[in-house]
């Protein structure tokens, strides 16, 4: 019985390693100034390689972009063993922590977020995802102030996040607690009874 | 003795209907599609007399945002005599009036709030002012965190805004109280007293 030249795990192991790249090139130039080439130099494979995963310039940096949302979105998972308030300061947490450590990617993403249709659209989707995964916590049936509360929130955070990494005049655990005071806050000026 | 041809009210009155126009079609068209010859066109002058006004599209462009962000200014000044929590409902229901008649302004706006280094520096500079005219109401040297928090608010606002825009869920007097109580709300969670 022969192997095959590559297991899966090397394959989706490549592919990974190539996101990451990706993720950092793309955080660090502008999108036209990068070519299929340079990447793939880089990242020490082959054009052919490199489009061999990606056909096309576009579709990776859109995989680069959904490998980032799929890792946001483990990092802030809700832990359904918590209580509410606890479960979403540590989803809180790992966000911040996130942002942090990927200052780049997210200014950058955040700086693109209406001028590239795809970047829109991720970070539309990412915000509704994020938005629900909130309104599960609540009683169901919200009415639509506290839909809106959740989402404008959502924008909040945004702000803040990009105004803490202007300034960094606040540790981030002030940061976190400003965010879900501002939830709270927000929740109840919409009529909704805050998560407890 | 003679009259000058135009008085300095005509020339006002002829700039300030050139903005509007052009807040308009900047509106419902891309940048790239209008032309000074078009623009012209449209307001029944010549391009010469366009370019007496404005060197320049993208002059004329910037021009027609510095007019809609005085215009808003003047919508949303707070009133020094009225108390604190009234001023800010006041001040909120002319910006929610402006948005609501200028959607398709306002919506355009906020698109290209990143990609058009004017827009991004001149919505910048709106915000910076707001923000401070609500710290001006607080108590004086507000800290880091309470800066944090007005900041971050008006991002909540324009996302909710949009949100609403899209959606039209829920009544204007709705909306101006769940941003004041988010506002009260984010106010608190920095440890600062609300303006009561």
């Not at 793309?26 to 340079?38: G, I, K, V």
Request: with cysteine.
């Amino acid at each position: 019985m022969s192997e095959p030249a590559y297991t899966r795990l090397q394959v989706d192991e490549r592919r990974r390693r190539l996101l990451e790249l990706g993720a950092d090139l793309f955080a660090r130039h502008a999108f036209d100034e990068l070519s299929m080439a340079a990447i793939a130099s880089e990242a020490g494979v082959s054009k052919a390689l490199l489009y061999h995963y990606f056909p096309s310039k576009a579709d990776f940096f859109e995989a680069t972009l959904r490998q980032a949302a799929e890792d946001l979105a483990v990092l802030t998972e809700v832990d359904p063993d918590l209580p509410p308030i606890e479960a979403l300061a540590k989803s809180l947490d790992g966000f911040l922590e996130y942002v942090e450590q990927n200052e780049l990617a997210y200014r950058k993403l955040m700086q693109s977020a209406t001028s590239i249709g795809e970047v829109k659209s991720l970070i539309a989707e990412v915000r509704e995802n994020t938005a629900q995964r909130l309104l599960d916590r609540l009683p169901p049936d919200p009415p639509p102030k506290v839909q809106a509360a959740v989402r404008a929130w959502l924008w909040f955070m945004d702000g803040a996040c990009l105004d803490w990494l202007d300034r960094r005049d606040m540790q981030r655990d002030e940061l976190r607690d400003l965010l879900m005071g501002t939830l709270m806050g927000a929740l109840m000026a919409a009529g909704a009874e805050p998560p407890v």
